[in-house]
């Protein structure tokens, strides 16, 4: 090698190097920004001393065991918070711990807590840390409105609002802020916490309420974040302030900041929210089916096409059938193999509108198409097409000609096997061990149980012929359980096919009963059965009652089989039984009526 050759070799790696320092540099400026940010924003409401930081650090100790006198050990708490509780809550540990300090607290506490905070919920909603405690503040106090309207919760000072003026109060002080609190990384959570509390019903996933990193973190501190309640009795207040806040948003959603809102992972859960609300949604949505262009893209898109989802479930027949023609019915199969938009075409499946869109998918599926999605990672779309398929009974043969086409079945007493394991027959029986249960597999076999009986025949009749012994591991598989479970649930399966099912296990039935999954399968036994399966059920448990009484899962399982009743009375037991036949048989007549003429 040239010495020149060195030379511009050493001046090229010397480039580098200086490039490296330089990113480097630029990183340790940002991270200094970053952290002066949070510093100025902690700063804000003040910092705890050392003293109070080790004080509360032990209140977090403490609120994880048991304490002698608890109320009056959250009195001494609270009274020493008195006057830092927004220097707590702008606090990284404080925060942490006064979540939980809220979730133990009585009614009384809170409603202090929250007039306290009075006056600065904008700031809190926007801080990274006081936040998380807006969201929980916000869940309990939803609590506490129920309780207080269903007069549950007694007002015990009224110098002190009602939770429910206090909710009010907070939202006042945001007025004019919504918009660009729904885009702001840390307030948008809370916008979606409160519109939740207003309508008093949980509109989005639990996933949406708290970002991943809070949750983690949360999982980490043990510090259990909200599950929001599915529905709760709210007073028409809320209602009032809902219908107010949605006006102001729509009003300032102009197409662009729409379009913005869509695409942002930000903005669009709140979006998906608006659009779940009569009081907007079908505006919403009209709205956006006015830009194909959009629409399109939306579809396409990791973080719109979710709220393409969100719109699909709130749409009306009509709104979904234009939905179809406008956007899949062109392109449906090249939707159908795409990474995003599957999901999308799923959605759209599941609420098809009727039964010639339907038949008008199932065209654009013939049988290559259709062997290329079940076996090639887009099997929720003929999972989606089964699912669809048990409200449309006259489409259910193509499907399951085309499902044993699929699967090149010609040994149809093994069908079940291939479905569960998605294995065509060939590769099936190639296989010298049983392979994985797949669960797409266990999900198609569950709605093909709810096909009409001709229909569903196949798959019935196959799972008869499965061996005990193979029946028992599927029973402690918590895939493969849930098919046995669809089984023995569904009305449209033959009494034959279920009863020797359950014949293989009434010897174990008190083993089943206290595994995890094997007790479902009792229960499903016991729930679905005639009198004498459920006596040989009864039978085999009560001998056994006071051991299975310390079992978690086998506890259940006596309080639903009435064991107690059982052993005390069996003629009264009897009559329980044939009380809650009539209430099956009257749901089995209501089946029969809507499948008549089928």
């Given at each position: 090698m040239s010495e020149d050759q060195k030379k511009k070799r050493g001046r090229r790696g010397g480039k580098n190097k200086q490039e490296k320092r330089q990113k480097l540099e630029e990183e340790r400026?940002?991270?200094?920004?970053?952290?002066?940010?949070?510093?100025?924003?902690?700063?804000?409401?003040?910092?705890?001393?050392?003293?109070?930081?080790?004080?509360?650090?032990?209140?977090?100790?403490?609120?994880?065991?048991?304490?002698?006198?608890?109320?009056?050990?959250?009195?001494?708490?609270?009274?020493?918070?008195?006057?830092?509780?927004?220097?707590?809550?702008?606090?990284?540990?404080?925060s942490r711990i006064l979540e939980k300090l809220l979730r133990v607290s009585s009614d009384f506490q809170i409603r202090v807590f929250s007039?306290?905070?009075?006056?600065?919920?904008?700031?809190?909603?926007?801080?990274?840390?006081?936040?998380?405690?807006?969201?929980?503040?916000?869940y309990l106090g939803a609590d506490i409105v129920e309780r207080e309207f269903k007069g549950y919760s007694k007002v015990q000072d009224s110098n002190l609002p009602t939770m429910e003026r206090l909710v009010l109060l907070m939202g006042e002080q945001l007025n004019g802020e919504w918009l660009d609190l729904i885009l702001h990384q840390y307030g948008s959570f809370v916008v979606r916490a409160y519109i939740n509390v207003l309508a008093g019903e949980s509109l989005v996933q639990d996933s949406n309420i708290r970002s991943k990193k809070s949750q983690k973190y949360n999982k980490k501190h043990q510090n259990q974040t909200e599950r929001p309640k599915q529905a709760r009795a709210v007073p028409s207040s809320f209602s009032t302030v809902l219908q107010?806040?949605?006006?102001?948003?729509?009003?300032?959603?102009?197409?662009?900041?729409?379009?913005?809102?869509?695409?942002?992972?930000?903005?669009?859960?709140?979006l998906q929210i608006l659009?779940?609300?009569?009081?907007?949604?079908?505006?919403?949505?009209?709205?956006?089916?006015?830009?194909?262009?959009?629409?399109?893209?939306?579809?396409?898109?990791?973080?719109?096409?979710?709220?393409?989802?969100?719109?699909?479930?709130?749409?009306d027949p009509s709104i979904l059938k234009d939905f179809f023609e406008t956007y899949f019915k062109e392109q449906f199969l090249y939707l159908?193999?795409?990474?995003?938009?599957?999901?999308?075409?799923?959605?759209?499946?599941?609420?098809?509108?009727?039964?010639?869109?339907?038949?008008e998918m199932l065209s654009y599926l013939p049988l290559a198409e259709f062997k290329e999605l079940l076996f090639a990672a887009r099997a929720g779309i003929i999972v989606s097409m089964a699912e669809s398929a048990i409200r449309f009974p006259k489409q259910q043969s193509k499907f399951v000609q085309l499902?044993?086409?699929?699967?090149?079945?010609?040994?149809?007493?093994?069908?079940v096997y291939m479905i569960l394991y998605m294995k065509p027959q060939p590769r099936f029986e190639s296989h010298l061990m049983l392979p994985k249960i797949i669960l797409h597999g266990a999900l198609l076999l569950q709605h093909l149980f709810k096909f009409t009986k001709d229909n569903n025949k196949i798959f019935s009749n196959s799972m008869s012929g499965v061996k005990k012994e193979e029946?028992?591991?599927?029973?402690?598989?918590?895939?493969?359980?849930?098919?046995?479970?669809?089984?023995?649930?569904?009305?449209?399966?033959?009494?034959?096919?279920?009863?020797t099912i359950v014949e293989h296990f009434i010897p174990d039935m008190v083993k089943l009963a206290q595994d995890k999954y094997g007790s479902h399968f009792v229960d499903k036994c016991f729930s679905t059965g005639n009198l004498e399966t459920k006596t040989m059920i009864a039978q085999k448990l009560g001998p056994k009652e006071s051991s299975l009484k310390e079992n978690f899962h086998a506890k259940f399982i006596l309080r639903n089989c009435k064991i107690e009743l059982f052993k005390r009375s069996n003629a009264e037991w009897i009559e329980v039984q044939k009380g809650e036949k009539k209430k099956h048989k009257k749901k089995q007549d209501e089946i029969d009526e809507l499948f008549q003429g089928i």
């Amino acid at each position: 090698m040239s010495e020149d050759q060195k030379k511009k070799r050493g001046r090229r790696g010397g480039k580098n190097k200086q490039e490296k320092r330089q990113k480097l540099e630029e990183e340790r400026v940002q991270e200094d920004e970053i952290v002066f940010a949070e510093e100025t924003q902690e700063a804000q409401f003040g910092i705890p001393d050392a003293d109070t930081r080790s004080y509360f650090q032990q209140i977090e100790n403490m609120l994880q065991e048991e304490v002698d006198d608890q109320e009056l050990f959250l009195e001494n708490v609270w009274e020493e918070l008195n006057g830092k509780e927004l220097m707590m809550a702008s606090d990284f540990d404080g925060s942490r711990i006064l979540e939980k300090l809220l979730r133990v607290s009585s009614d009384f506490q809170i409603r202090v807590f929250s007039d306290r905070l009075n006056g600065n919920y904008l700031q809190l909603f926007k801080h990274q840390y006081a936040s998380h405690v807006c969201q929980t503040l916000l869940y309990l106090g939803a609590d506490i409105v129920e309780r207080e309207f269903k007069g549950y919760s007694k007002v015990q000072d009224s110098n002190l609002p009602t939770m429910e003026r206090l909710v009010l109060l907070m939202g006042e002080q945001l007025n004019g802020e919504w918009l660009d609190l729904i885009l702001h990384q840390y307030g948008s959570f809370v916008v979606r916490a409160y519109i939740n509390v207003l309508a008093g019903e949980s509109l989005v996933q639990d996933s949406n309420i708290r970002s991943k990193k809070s949750q983690k973190y949360n999982k980490k501190h043990q510090n259990q974040t909200e599950r929001p309640k599915q529905a709760r009795a709210v007073p028409s207040s809320f209602s009032t302030v809902l219908q107010q806040i949605v006006s102001d948003l729509v009003k300032q959603l102009t197409p662009p900041k729409m379009h913005q809102l869509a695409f942002d992972q930000v903005g669009n859960p709140v979006l998906q929210i608006l659009v779940s609300l009569p009081q907007c949604g079908g505006e919403i949505i009209k709205s956006f089916m006015q830009d194909p262009d959009t629409i399109n893209s939306l579809i396409r898109d990791q973080i719109g096409s979710h709220l393409v989802e969100k719109m699909i479930q709130h749409s009306d027949p009509s709104i979904l059938k234009d939905f179809f023609e406008t956007y899949f019915k062109e392109q449906f199969l090249y939707l159908c193999k795409d990474m995003v938009a599957n999901f999308v075409v799923q959605r759209v499946i599941q609420k098809c509108p009727d039964e010639s869109v339907y038949e008008e998918m199932l065209s654009y599926l013939p049988l290559a198409e259709f062997k290329e999605l079940l076996f090639a990672a887009r099997a929720g779309i003929i999972v989606s097409m089964a699912e669809s398929a048990i409200r449309f009974p006259k489409q259910q043969s193509k499907f399951v000609q085309l499902l044993k086409d699929a699967f090149q079945c010609t040994d149809e007493p093994n069908i079940v096997y291939m479905i569960l394991y998605m294995k065509p027959q060939p590769r099936f029986e190639s296989h010298l061990m049983l392979p994985k249960i797949i669960l797409h597999g266990a999900l198609l076999l569950q709605h093909l149980f709810k096909f009409t009986k001709d229909n569903n025949k196949i798959f019935s009749n196959s799972m008869s012929g499965v061996k005990k012994e193979e029946l028992q591991d599927w029973l402690k598989d918590p895939i493969a359980s849930r098919v046995l479970d669809a089984l023995l649930e569904s009305p449209t399966v033959s009494k034959q096919a279920k009863r020797t099912i359950v014949e293989h296990f009434i010897p174990d039935m008190v083993k089943l009963a206290q595994d995890k999954y094997g007790s479902h399968f009792v229960d499903k036994c016991f729930s679905t059965g005639n009198l004498e399966t459920k006596t040989m059920i009864a039978q085999k448990l009560g001998p056994k009652e006071s051991s299975l009484k310390e079992n978690f899962h086998a506890k259940f399982i006596l309080r639903n089989c009435k064991i107690e009743l059982f052993k005390r009375s069996n003629a009264e037991w009897i009559e329980v039984q044939k009380g809650e036949k009539k209430k099956h048989k009257k749901k089995q007549d209501e089946i029969d009526e809507l499948f008549q003429g089928i």
